[in-house]
């Protein structure tokens, strides 16, 4: 063999060894390493991204849109207020202008509370209005029209370009930690038993005192709507059945399950009677009892604006009795939905079967190993770069928008967790989940990637439903 094949063969045989070491597998997806603690081996996983989609040109059509990030030229009627509709096999929300819309926002978007965030919002932008009109126009470039949970809705609503907003009213971890029957778990609340007091004889009364608050913003036309609680514990018939039942704020929900078996069996029963569909029939009664006294709290003080519901979460994803009974009282259900690396085209359509209602995404996040933190704590994967995150970013809402059930997502969150903050929740403590550090600085490949996709949804979504 000649010097000159050695040299071509050399160079083919370095060049299968570089090309997936830059990402790409083959010309549809790119390769990313992830884990889930930083502790694990790293995984490669393929990786779709907006560049890569086969016949389909990033930017090449320019999408007007409306005031609130609507799609101007798809209408339906125009009420005031945003309202979901299926067209076609794909579901819609629909803004207040009558366009067809998706909303794309970011959870927790407020200023920081610790020493070190207050110094940098003082130094960067001098007051909180600053930060809000400033933050606003920074979301807006980068394709984002809203924010979601544990945001400052009051902040943003006031700035010069305000974005779609939700509420988060917590019924039920309010009423729990009324009653002393809460403690607080890593994201979310925990309560006896992991039962949620839902019979108690005046959670009703306490939700309807709760929502008179929504008279407020009942006629504004940037609130999305309202979610009713976050992450409650998925109920199980055996845990509700072994209650104290000396307790008199627990009780009630043994004295339900005990009767709820007996009258199902039509005699005297124990927990050694249950079986799987007694086990799915039980979330699907307790769940029912709490949309509809949430549900029907929402609706007395403020009847036009969506109900999102609880934020499902773990085990709901796969419960058809959690999302049957969402879907007789909400608008849309709500699912903080982890541990995949991008959504599962089966388990969407199985959601929106079992509800007959479209989802949104309000959690899912990566944390970059190159941002100094040591990412324990969190559910979202863990990922070597800024870059890598908005590449996951890319993928995991390309996989919502082929499914034609998600009407809108929310990355968590806005700012770096500060581990100076002692009075956030075990979750929140040591990791990088942020857009911005916790001095306001952006992480830009992470935007800018957040920002090609962003401003390519409707797009995507013609790319979609042309095949």
Known sequence: MNRKAVVGMTVLLLASLIIPAFGHEREDAMIVKARRKPDQPWKEYETRTVDLLPDFTPGTEEIEQSKFGGWFDKRAEATGFFYARKIGDRWWLVDPEGCLFIHIGVCATQPGRTKANKAALKAKFGTLEQWAAATTVMLREHGFNGIGAWSDTQLIRSSPQPLVYTTTLNF????????????????????????????????????????????????????????SDNEMPAPRLDKFLTLDQSDPDIAPGYQ??????????????????????????????????????????????????????????????????????AGKYLDVVSMNYYGVWGPDQDTLKDWAEWSGKPVMITEFYTKGMDSGYPNRTGAGWIVETQSDRGLFYQHYIIGLLESKSCVGWHWFKYMDNDPADLRTDPSNRDSNKGIVTIRYDEYKPLLEKMKTLNRNVYPIIQYFDAE
């Not at 799915?280 to 006294?293: N, T």
Request: proline share 6%.
């Open 256 to 325: 339900a399950a005990r009767d709820w078996l007996n009258q199902r069996k039509g005699k005297q029963t124990s927990v050694a009677d249950i079986n799987d569909e007694d086990h799915e029939a039980w979330v699907e009664y307790v769940y029912s009892r709490y949309f509809e006294i949430t549900t029907k709290a929402i609706h007395k003080y403020d009847p036009n604006h969506l109900c999102l519901g609880s934020r499902f979460h773990g085990s709901d994803r796969r419960s058809p009795g959690a999302w049957k009974a």
């Open 172 to 227: 039920m971890s309010s009423f729990g930690s009324k009653r002393h029957l809460t403690r607080q778990l890593p994201g979310h609340k925990g309560y006896p038993n992991d039962c949620i007091p839902v019979f108690h004889p005046e959670f009703e009364s306490f939700c309807n005192e709760r929502a008179r608050v929504l008279a407020d913003t009942k006629d504004d036309p940037y609130l999305l709507g309202h979610f």
